[in-house]
């Protein structure tokens, strides 16, 4: 039976949830929210950590990912050696055909160079519709999201309530560092994305996506022609309430 939605809850949650490794934060969520559970992944380093842990814990935590059509190979490469290791489905979802249709048609395949509102219409189209539709019925999503990755990322809690989506947001890897990231990788012979070893922190749609210079902010090869500020797609948003 999953559990009621309340404010109180989620700082009650939160509270319990604190200083907790993230093998049992995932496990006491997945208790807890049984059945309207979900994991979103993008193959990065932090998701595989999570789709590890999630999988050999044997924990009943749905794990999805959303393909925008336009993806690096390598992150293919990845997914299939996922599958490949784990042996277990990864939930596939795909933007409305229409709607990127009709934005091809009328604004060509690079309109998110032009303007912030373009890039913000294709993230639109491509990950936030899809995410709303893996999303329905769910009361927890479980993220890779760390507060080391941006400014807006340090701003948000482990435990959130999504107000825009009404659920529960669970960040089980939110403190800690890169480092810690790649040790565990390392100790698991987890597999990653190749593009992590080029520099790629951050890893999106590749005509989105560079690697990082020496010296940059991990989300800084993301949308880099934009302003520093406004490095997210909006899956991801300030929406929670504090």
Known sequence: MTAILTSDAVHALAEKLQGKSAATVLAIVAERYAGAIAFST????????L???????????????????????ETYTTWQ???DRYKQPIETL??????VEELMTSKGAFSFYESVENRQECCAV?????????????????????AEQSENRS????VEWDSKRN???VHPLFDWKLDDVQTFIRKHNIPYNPLHDKGFVSIGCAPCTRAVRQGESFRA?????EDASKKECGLHSLVAER
Do not use: Y
């Not at 999630?54 to 059509?69: A, E, H, K, S």
């Not at 795909?94 to 709607?99: G, N």
């Not at 491509?126 to 890779?144: F, M, N, S, Y």
């Open 221 to 225: 090869g993301r949308w880099w022609w």
């Open 126 to 146: 491509r990950k936030i519709e899809p995410l709303d539709r893996a999303l329905t019925g769910t009361q927890c999503w479980v993220t890779g999201i760390r």
């Open 94 to 99: 795909f933007p409305s055909t229409a709607k």
């Open 167 to 169: 659920l529960v947001k």
């Open 155 to 158: 701003m948000m809690r482990a």
């Open 42 to 49: 993008s193959f990065g380093w932090e998701d595989q950590i």
């Open 81 to 83: 050696q996922t599958l």
């Open 51 to 73: 789709t590890h842990l999630i999988w050999t814990n044997n924990l009943p935590i749905r794990v999805f990912t959303l393909d925008t059509g336009r993806m690096f190979s």
